[in-house]
């Protein structure tokens, strides 16, 4: 069964940051896409971004633009999100998710991790 | 953005009951829709994709309707083991969007 496991979700100060790793299982990260999806206390799902395995594009929210980068090691079969300057409406799980159905511009998601706790917080 | 409107926000039904819940966007998405289903504590699962299709292994209670910017999903006997939130997603176009959810509660 093909997974992905997150990691590197914490505690941290507003203004801090803060580097979440995703790593996959029985599928190569070469070839998908992988998007982070989070989850605020008592909110709904919002999308952040997405980098797509076969030519490196990247994608982002408006609401983490500038501030969040989203990254690959294809040898680690590993996609990482560095979460810089971050703020009290960071705060979430942040689940790692694959892009498995296309409409050639956008993707909805078939398989996701357990999803990792960020605390944005004094 | 494409927003969306999905409705209700919370459904309570007993056992056996027919359940819908919709989901409306801000324009036209043709058939790019998916279902997602997330239980307290769980990561969310996706359900239906393209509108209508089934996910392999979902119950075949679970079906979707819907194209251009009006859709549904329905569960057609509702079983104590569908007890969650539910969430529509776009992907017609970036950035990729979802509903507000529909938190289910059995009677």
């Known amino acids: 069964e093909m997974q992905v496991v997150e990691s590197g979700g914490d505690l941290v100060q507003p203004g801090g940051s803060l580097r979440l790793s995703c790593v996959a299982s029985r599928f190569s990260l070469s070839g998908s896409i992988i998007g982070w999806v989070r989850r605020a206390p008592g909110k709904g799902l919002e999308w952040v971004s997405t980098i797509s395995g076969i030519d490196g594009s990247t994608y982002y929210a408006d609401s983490v633009e500038g501030r969040f980068t989203i990254s690959k090691d294809n040898s680690r079969n590993t996609v990482h999100l560095q979460m810089n300057s971050l703020r009290v409406e960071d705060t979430a799980v942040y689940y790692c998710?694959?892009?498995?159905?296309?409409?050639?511009?956008?993707?909805?998601?078939?398989?996701w991790g357990h999803g990792t706790m960020v605390t944005v917080s004094s | 953005d494409i927003q969306m409107t999905q409705s209700p926000s919370t459904l309570s039904a007993s056992v056996g009951d027919r359940v819908t819940i919709t989901c409306r966007t801000s324009?036209?998405?043709?058939?790019?829709l998916a279902w997602y289903q997330q239980k307290p504590g769980r990561a969310p699962k996706v359900l239906i994709y393209?509108?209508?299709i089934l996910e392999s292994g979902v119950p075949s209670r679970f079906s979707g309707s819907g194209s251009g910017t009006e859709f549904a999903l329905t569960i057609s006997s509702l079983q104590p083991d569908d007890l969650a939130t539910y969430y529509c997603q776009q992907y017609n176009r970036y950035p990729p969007t979802f509903g507000g959810g529909t938190k289910v509660e059995i009677k």
């Open positions: 324009q036209s998405i043709s058939e790019w």
């Open positions: 998710t694959r892009e498995g159905y296309t409409s050639g511009w956008c993707g909805a998601f078939d398989v």
């Open positions: 393209q509108a209508s």
